[in-house]
T-cell receptor
């Protein structure tokens, strides 16, 4: 079971964009890429997901490489409330989630 | 609408005992999945139930089991507890019909401490 690979931590200034990379080099053609985030003492919260093309929603954007071996979550303007652990996840055709180790995002005022 | 509710939120057990955790999904959600979160292993998939049937299973020993009821509520049980079972157990629900595109809603978790 190949998991996703993410940096341990990233730091950003408030109101600056944050680009969170994720490597999923062994992804299969039917696996979806999901991003969730987890604040302390809470369960993970959905951020965004996609299959092949780039996706945007009110929280973030997801840029998926053409070969699908990597993706980047983009938080356009980081706020203090965006400080959390961000998980890049592969979801297979059965809906089984494979979580990565997560990236701790620190936002500095 | 009400979110995913997990009970109890905290519990302490001793080695050898068993424990049952409960999860009430969002109304209308037919899929419930369970995850174990530890500092060393991160978030690991335990199993998933859809319409009372186990549809997916992770790589955990048989001491870990679960079930789902006709109202979609789910329970997981861990028998013969070991120290290493100390973890945050998270439950997530979804509509369950979109395979890899299913969006999960997580509960706040049940924190189990085994002494």
């Amino acid at each position: 079971d190949a998991k996703t690979t993410q940096p341990n931590s990233m730091e950003s200034n408030e109101e600056e964009p944050v680009h969170l990379p994720c490597n999923h080099s062994t992804i299969s053609g039917t696996d979806y890429i999901h991003w969730y985030r987890q604040l302390p003492s809470q369960g993970p919260e959905y951020v965004i997901h996609g299959l092949t093309s780039n996706v945007n929603n009110r929280m973030a954007s997801l840029a998926i490489a053409e070969d699908r071996k990597s993706s980047t979550l983009i938080l356009h303007r980081a706020t203090l409330r965006d400080a959390a652990v961000y998980y890049c996840i592969r979801s297979d055709s059965w809906g089984k989630f494979q979580f990565g180790a997560g990236t701790q995002v620190v936002v500095t005022p | 609408k009400a979110g995913v509710t997990q009970t109890p939120r905290y519990l302490i057990k001793t080695r050898g005992q068993q424990v049952t955790l409960s999860c009430s999904p969002i109304s209308g959600h037919r899929s419930v999945s369970w995850y174990q979160q530890t500092p060393g292993q991160g978030l690991q998939f335990l199993f998933e139930y859809f319409s009372e049937t186990q549809r997916n299973k992770g790589n955990f020993p048989g001491r870990f089991s679960g079930r789902q009821f006709s109202n979609s509520r789910s329970e997981m049980n861990v028998s013969t507890l070991e120290l290493g079972d100390s973890a945050l157990y998270l439950c997530a629900s979804s509509l369950g019909q979109a395979a890899g595109a299913n969006v999960l809603t997580f509960g706040a978790g049940s924190r189990l401490t085994v002494l």
